[in-house]
T-cell receptor, first 113, second 110 residues
Framework: IAGITQAPTSQILAAGRRMTLRCTQD?????MYWYRQDLGLGLRLIHY???????GKGEVPDGYSVSRANTDDFPLTLASAVPSQTSVYFC????????????FGEGSRLTVL | GQNIDQPTEMTATEGAIVQINCTYQ??????LFWYQQHAGEAPTFLSY????GLEEKGRFSSFLSRSKGYSYLLLKELQMKDSASYLC???????????FGKGTRLSVIA
């Protein structure tokens, strides 16, 4: 089934550890996004990429990095995890940059202890 | 800056009609989107308005007033499966990503 695949689905991580959340799409969409969702705060944009080879910062980029080496993959890295990064992370894509119709992955639940 | 406001929670009765409001303040506004998110699942796209007026899609309709910075999502003939969070999101001009409101959790009761 075409769509977006995120891995891992769930992870418990010790503070200070490095972690990469993987995101792959097979729809050949140009734009990809990483959001985090926290109770009471809604979806907040971390980083985005309008096309392969480019990235941009969202509302809450600190502590996170991304890369977009090709169209399909958009990994999110936490260089040194902290407890405040405990959240549900959603990867999304859209056919064109700036499009409002986003397709979301199933999410990655991350707990940092 | 951008600001999107919607009620935190709403409760409605099965078979009834409910209206979820959203107000927004953005620069370079270029469209208002509604997403549905069931508990523990990913958001899914529901509707899109860029011009003033009502867009109808089955039991769901969405309205936009650009001059008032206001939108609503109207759900008719409510069903238990409509219990979910409804996310309002605004798009600005250019290639900037969507900005989401905090979502409205709707509970449909018998």
């Amino acid at each position: 089934i075409a769509g977006i695949t995120q891995a891992p689905t769930s992870q418990i991580l010790a503070a200070g550890r490095r972690m990469t959340l993987r995101c792959t799409q097979d729809m050949r969409h140009n734009a990809m996004y990483w959001y985090r969702q926290d109770l009471g705060l809604g979806l907040r944009l971390i980083h985005y990429s309008n096309t392969a080879g480019t990235t941009g910062k969202g509302e809450v980029p600190d502590g996170y990095s991304v890369s977009r080496a090709n169209t399909d993959d958009f990994p999110l890295t936490l260089a040194s995890a902290v407890p405040s990064q405990t959240s549900v992370y959603f990867c999304a894509s859209s056919e064109l940059a700036g499009s409002g119709e986003l397709f979301f992955g199933e999410g990655s639940r991350l707990t940092v202890l | 800056g951008q600001n999107i406001d919607q009620p935190t929670e709403m409760t409605a009765t099965e078979g009834a009609i409910v209206q979820i409001n959203c107000t927004y303040q953005t620069s370079g506004f270029n469209g208002l989107f509604w997403y549905q998110q069931h508990a523990g699942e990913a958001p899914t796209f529901l509707s899109y308005n860029v011009l003033d007026g009502l867009e109808e899609k089955g039991r769901f309709s969405s309205f936009l007033s650009r001059s008032k910075g206001y939108s609503y999502l109207l759900l008719k003939e409510l069903q238990m499966k409509d219990s979910a969070s409804y996310l309002c999101a605004a798009r600005n001009s250019g290639n900037t990503p969507l900005v989401f409101g905090k979502g409205t959790r709707l509970s449909v009761i018998a």
